[in-house]
């Protein structure tokens, strides 16, 4: 993987007559969580999730056809888990976190101006940066919520950043931060009278990483211990899963202005051979 994301970056660098087109983009993505363990899903409601994510996007142009496609992005993504026997006790986990995430997609495009069509795919790679939620719990009465317990709390990855948290912490001590998947998709771009792009694009990110790995939670030394302002949370009979996967269908807009090396080199050739011309004239009448 190293060797492949070194590859892209040379080419995105030392390309000497390189086309590029850059700009920011906005996005929406419908997700949805495959667990591990099947009868997870037999014990609690697993809600699936709409959010959105913001970045840049550069595309290099290697000709016509081929090209690729990079993006560095702001992604939120949330799942919410609910117990199904809510008659006896009423125990849920609304969470939401929050990703740094690089896609490397090698990209065909097809068409002709101004309309261009094309296909892409490649890995994403999801770097997680933290996140927060609101754990619940207590004796379920759906039209009375004076029985439930409230704690609202923020994801620690460490007993350092745990402890420097005054409400609710969820502590992650073994959390996969680095998650990786495959994204395919396709869409096209069209050029504008003013020489920029808009490009309409849509994917579907088949997750490969989970979140985590469960441990024994009953121990001090287990991987997840929510603490609210009393101290850790009561026996609540809800059973934390963070081995499971992000699956997402996405579709985003963005805004692209060209840039090209070697006009710039050009540029550059010519403006220095203009300043040579003028000192050479200046000497000749001196």
């Keep these: 993987m190293r060797a492949v994301l ?3 970056f040379t080419l995105f660098i030392l390309s000497a007559n390189a086309q590029y087109w850059i700009g920011p983009k906005l996005g929406y993505h419908y997700s949805t969580h495959d667990y591990q363990d099947i009868n997870y899903e037999k ?3 697993i809600k699936d999730n709409h959010n ?5 996007v550069v595309t290099y142009t290697a000709s016509e056809k081929y090209a690729v496609h ?3 992005f702001f992604e939120k993504i949330g799942n919410r888990v609910k117990n199904k026997d809510e008659e006896n006790f009423f125990v849920s986990s609304e969470s939401s976190f929050n ?4 896609p ?7 068409g002709h101006n101004p309309v ?3 296909l892409n795919g490649g890995p994403k790679i999801s770097y997680w940066v933290g996140g927060e939620g609101v754990f619940q719990y207590g004796d379920d009465n759906s039209f009375n919520l004076d029985g439930i317990e409230k704690v609202d709390y923020k994801v620690a990855f460490t007993k350092s950043d745990a402890q420097g948290i005054d409400n609710g912490v969820y502590f992650i001590n073994e959390a996969n931060r680095v998650q990786y998947s495959l994204t395919v998709g396709g869409g096209f771009y069209l050029d504008l009278a003013n020489g920029a792009r808009a490009m309409f694009d849509f994917r579907y990110n088949w997750g490969h990483s989970n979140m985590g790995f469960n441990v024994d939670l009953e121990s001090n030394d287990g991987r997840i211990i929510l603490v609210g302002n009393e101290g850790n949370i009561p026996e609540s009979g809800y059973r934390e899963n963070y081995e499971y996967t992000h699956n997402t269908i996405s579709l985003s807009v963005a805004y692209m202005f060209e840039y090209n090396t070697d006009f710039k080199r050009k540029g550059s050739s010519t403006s220095s051979e203009s ?3 003028k000192k050479s004239t200046k000497k000749k009448r001196g």
């Design 99 to 102: 990703y740094l995430v690089f």
């Design 6 to 8: 070194l590859s892209f």
């Design 43 to 45: 014990d609690y409601k």
């Design 70 to 72: 990079g993006e560095l």
């Design 275 to 277: 300043k040579a011309t």
């Design 104 to 110: 490397i997609l090698l990209r065909v495009s097809m």
């Design 52 to 56: 959105f994510e913001v970045g840049v």
């Design 116 to 118: 261009h069509w094309y």
